[in-house]
Nanobody, 114 residues
Framework: VPLQASGGGSVQPGGSLRLSCAAS????????MAWYRQRPAMQRELVAT???????NYADFVEGRFTISGDNAKKTVSLQMNSLKPEGTAVYYC?????????WGQGTEVTVSS
């Protein structure tokens, strides 16, 4: 499996989770790593991106609560999510873009509920 995501789970509103994703040794020349999410009955949407040079970008709904980090050498990308809200309930997918391909992880489920 090219990408393995982990770290999902259940948390109360206001809580934190850290998602992690590791790319296999078969993926080279990373250009961009990202996290997407798909909420129930909604389309998949971008959460955050980080380029190979370390530039980050976040969706407006993040509002400074999440931090994306990546390690090109280890081919890993993480998403620290703080102050989670119930609308953050979704399946989160990691995404890696190389010069010639795009890879998706299998998704990790996050539930934010009291």
């Amino acid at each position: 499996v090219p990408l393995q995501a982990s770290g999902g789970g259940s948390v109360q509103p206001g809580g934190s989770l850290r998602l992690s994703c590791a790319a296999s040794g078969s993926i080279f020349n990373l250009v961009r790593m990202a996290w997407y999410r798909q909420r129930p009955a909604m389309q998949r949407e971008l959460v955050a991106t980080i380029t190979s040079s370390g530039r980050t970008n976040y969706a407006d709904f993040v509002e400074g609560r999440f931090t994306i980090s990546g390690d090109n050498a280890k081919k890993t990308v993480s998403l620290q999510m703080n102050s989670l809200k119930p609308e953050g309930t979704a399946v989160y997918y990691c995404n890696v873009g190389t010069i010639g391909s795009i890879y998706w992880g299998q998704g990790t489920e996050v539930t934010v509920s009291s």
